[in-house]
């Protein structure tokens, strides 16, 4: 048996993992063929004796005396209080965080034994359980010859499977964002990532795209338009919701070139690419009645004898001239094309997602994604999905203070900077304001949820897949909400 440390808090246990190990001297790790995960919840009084879940009370009972006979390991992990539920003041529900955690935390510790099965105990929350079961057992490893052990993770005894189910495909939503994300930008280009239903170069042209193809023009890689459909409405004829994701697979900064340290995560610039595909996926696994377009314009931004130059000025699809001041400033030339054909398919929302600025990093670090919106509805539904998947977002304003600072170009009708240092989340954003004219519309920047070291105990360091698990929460409150 493996007895974790049981704070206050079940997040905090991935931090103190003081592990005692309690098996007979004979037996051995090699020997271990199946794990448990049981929660146990932290003391309300000084005095209170630590209370199991209800599957730690039955297993409890079961195995009295014959732990060994019946498993090889048993993790108990803490879940915190009991009653703990929403949060106002963190802004997500910390019961369900701290299941997240804790189960990762179990589950890692059962994979580590090289075990490759592992059941979890509900934890009063199946879906958040299996969350984190799924989520904190994945690890990028695939082009590594020496892998981690592949742990299949059930749920313990015969309690709640469609939610469980329901867990599993919103984390295995995450984990394809997260391995899209992590995926060199050599293995992962333009053409690779668009293996469903892509758009050419001459389609692209077609449509008119100047600011779009302006980014690409600098790589020798084709940029590819990728449109997805998912038609779940018993209604073919409603309306869809659009979502928008930046597609630059890899970003040097072009002749604005970035500084070499670091350069390497640029190969996750295609993050909101990833997460608005990996979540229409999803929808279609869960089956949502509703019908979502995808849309993700693909390319390098890279420095050339064809690329853009600083000054230079671009003609975007609904006729908009843009002076390009800093190449490095890209992703919001392809969005901007991109944004100008949502409209095209007459949609409910719109939602475009982005690693747009290291200015939201700045502001927000990991904590949130940014949501720049001119619909307070469409805020409130992100914002309430948000609560249920631990995975927060946060407003930020959209003001005409901001659109002026970018509107004030010399040369042509934008610039695609602001006039001046401050604010380069909310300029960025107001810049992307001048091609949307659909009433219910966000930006979510996720700069600064990119990438995972320490802050999230149920993702391991590397590409988060961030907010996936909250845009499937979302089409999928969006869908009840208009049964």
């Known amino acids: 048996m493996f007895l974790l ?43 209170d004796v630590p209370q199991f879940t209800s599957a730690g009370e039955n297993f409890d009972k079961l195995v009295s005396g014959k732990l060994r006979e019946t498993l090889n390991i048993v993790v108990v992990v803490g879940l915190g209080k009991k009653a703990a539920g929403i949060d106002d003041q963190e802004n997500w ?3 369900k965080e701290n299941i997240r955690a804790a189960v990762s935390a179990g589950c890692r510790q059962v994979q580590d034994l090289e075990i490759s099965s592992v059941e979890v105990d509900p934890c009063g929350d199946a879906q958040a359980a299996a969350e984190g079961a ?3 057992l994945y690890e990028f490893d695939d082009l590594k010859q020496k892998k981690k052990v592949v742990v299949s993770a059930e749920l313990h005894g015969s309690g709640d499977q469609e939610a469980w189910q329901k867990g599993v495909l919103f984390a295995s939503g995450q984990n394809l964002a997260r391995q899209l994300m992590e995926t060199p930008a050599n293995e992962m280009t333009p053409t690779r990532f668009a293996e469903i239903i892509e758009k050419p170069k001459s389609w692209i042209e077609e449509q008119e795209m100047g600011s779009f193809l302006s980014v690409a023009k600098g790589s020798d ?24 994701g930046k597609g630059i697979t890899f970003d040097s900064g072009g002749i604005s070139i970035k500084p070499s340290a670091n350069m390497d995560l640029m190969r996750a610039d295609m993050g909101g690419a990833a997460t608005i595909c990996s979540t229409i996926v999803s929808a279609a696994k869960l089956s949502l009645p509703v019908n979502v377009i995808g849309l993700t314009p693909l390319c390098e931004n890279m420095p050339s004898g064809k690329a853009n130059k600083p000054g230079d000025v671009v003609r975007a699809k609904n006729g908009k001239t843009i002076q390009v001041d800093n190449t490095d ?34 502001a927000l670090g990991s904590g949130a994604t940014g949501v720049f919106t001119n619909s307070s509805w469409l805020w409130n539904k992100l914002f309430e999905a948000s609560i249920e998947t631990g995975d927060r977002v946060w407003r930020m304003p959209l003001f005409e203070h901001y659109t002026r600072q970018v509107v004030d170009c010399q040369l042509a009708d934008v610039n695609n900077i602001g006039k001046y240092r401050s604010a380069g989340a909310c300029t960025a954003a107001a810049f992307l304001k001048e091609f949307v ?5 966000a930006h979510l920047d996720i700069a ?23 845009l499937i929460e979302f089409l999928l409150q969006f869908s009840q909400d208009n049964a």
Not at 346 to 354: E, H, L
């Open 93 to 95: 529900h910390e019961g």
């Open 329 to 362: 400033a890209e992703g919001r030339l392809i969005l901007a094309d991109a944004l100008c054909y949502a409209h095209t398919f007459n949609p409910k929302i719109i939602i475009n997602a982005a690693t747009l600025t290291g200015a939201m990093d700045v």
């Open 134 to 136: 799924v989520l904190g």
């Open 437 to 441: 004219t659909h009433p219910h519309w």
């Open 5 to 47: 440390p049981l704070p206050a808090a079940g997040r905090f246990a991935v931090r103190r993992l003081n592990v005692k190990r309690f098996w007979g001297q004979g037996v051995s790790s090699a020997s271990m063929t199946k794990g448990l995960v049981l929660g146990i919840y932290s003391k309300e009084k000084e005095d």
């Open 221 to 244: 890689e084709p940029p590819v338009f990728l449109e997805i459909h998912y038609k779940g409405s018993p209604n073919a004829s409603d309306p869809p919701l659009v979502f928008v």
């Open 448 to 470: 600064g949820v990119m990438t995972n070291k320490d802050e999230v105990p149920y993702l391991r360091k590397g590409m988060t897949g961030r907010p996936t698990r909250t």
